[in-house]
């Protein structure tokens, strides 16, 4: 029998038990359908089923892998202090014009003000917006009046007011968004809150860069959150932190800053005292590099690559949003590198240019580099440190074997 029994065993054991209590009684007229006893026995069984059915529902809400829905809420509350994210609005900024410049006094859109997209999807502005005199545009905060993941829209197509203006002068106003909004998202899935429960005593302690990204992860609208130390020339952190978010959102184009803002006022109650954290949204394209370094004779190789390390990594975890990796652009970052020889061949891997989406950001991590090291003033020693790295078969057509 099943550790929770089911319908068909209880009224087995519920058939087995009356005939051992009355032997008068046969299998036959126990499992005859809408025989006396048959009814009884089937009620206590289906009784029984749902019993069964609520305690294994129970067992299942006690424990992480298993609960789900409203009894994984409760569990991971109880455990952890931690609650769903609800789903989430878009947030973005919106470009108003106005007809004619702004008169002496200038012209204000009240924060309220209602705007909305060709196929419906309305936005408030989260903010007032004063036009100073002699100017004509301005740019406010938006959010949608709706939440979830379909309320994230493309850039210029927030082009309709619903309010009504006053406006100083009598000029109109038209509306638009340079960028697409972000942070729409629906409420979080079982699996997102299972993952930031598993989590939650690893990054308890505030200040560790697993717990930032902890914490950047549990804003609402953001689904991923990665996050990278900045180094000095000599490898060592600089208290300085980057954090790459996302919202799951692969709409080419700008992304609103707004996301960005709410997350780093979260994070101000996370980072260590005297770091400084910055948010990027993005997507996270984790790129590895492999370099082919000569040294000068006389340099310690040791802290050169190290140092090589460093200036590679700051220059990759230094490119914005949509930008590309240059092997050019990244050579030249070993110039400020004292020790080496650049003869033009530094970057072994990638062998290309990399080409993010505009809405991608490429990134590095130490581990994600390696160094082959060639010593120049040893050519024996150059010849064995390229040995080192070969695979047999490069080895066998090196000898021509």
Known sequence: MASIPSYSDLFRIARDEIMARNARLSRESVEREGSDVNVLLAAM????????????????????????????????????????????AS????????????????????????????????????????????????????????????????????TGILSSLTLLGGPTATVSNSGRTA????????SSLRDRARRFWQTAQRGTRAAIEAAALAVVG??????????????RPVRWLQVVVADGQTT????????????????????????????????????????????????????????ARAAITDYVNNLRPGEPFRRAAAS???LAVPGLVLLGDEVDSPSGDVIPQPTQVI???????????????NPSAALFSRLTILTPGQLGTLFGG
């Open 183 to 190: 942070g729409g998202l629906d409420s979080e899935l079982d």
């Open 363 to 377: 990134r590095t991590k130490p581990h994600d580099l390696t160094i082959c090291a060639v010593n120049t003033s």
């Open 91 to 158: 947030l973005g900024t919106a470009l108003f014009t106005l007809s004619a410049v702004a008169p002496a006094g200038g012209s204000s859109i009240p924060a309220g003000t209602v705007l909305v997209t060709a196929d419906g999807i309305q936005f408030l502005t989260t903010e007032a917006l004063s036009i100073p005199a002699g100017s004509s545009s301005g740019s406010a905060g938006v959010r949608s009046v709706l939440s979830g993941a379909d309320q994230n829209i493309k850039s210029a197509t927030l």
């Open 222 to 235: 953001v689904k991923t959150a990665v996050a990278f130390e900045a180094l000095d020339s000599y490898g």
């Open 252 to 307: 080419a184009g700008a992304v609103s800053p707004a996301l960005a803002n709410v997350v780093r006022n979260t994070l101000e109650a996370w980072r260590p005292d005297g770091t400084f954290v910055s948010v990027v949204v993005a997507d996270v394209v984790i790129q590895t590099v492999r370099l082919n370094l000569h040294y000068r004779a006389g340099a310690d190789v040791d802290v050169t690559s190290e140092r």
């Open 332 to 334: 030249l970052a070993l």
């Open 45 to 88: 069984a289906a009784m029984g089923e749902e019993i069964a059915g609520q305690l294994a529902d129970v067992l299942a809400d006690s424990y992480l892998d298993s609960a789900e829905g409203a009894g994984l809420d409760r569990y991971v509350f109880d455990k952890y202090g931690l609650v769903r994210k609800p789903a989430s």
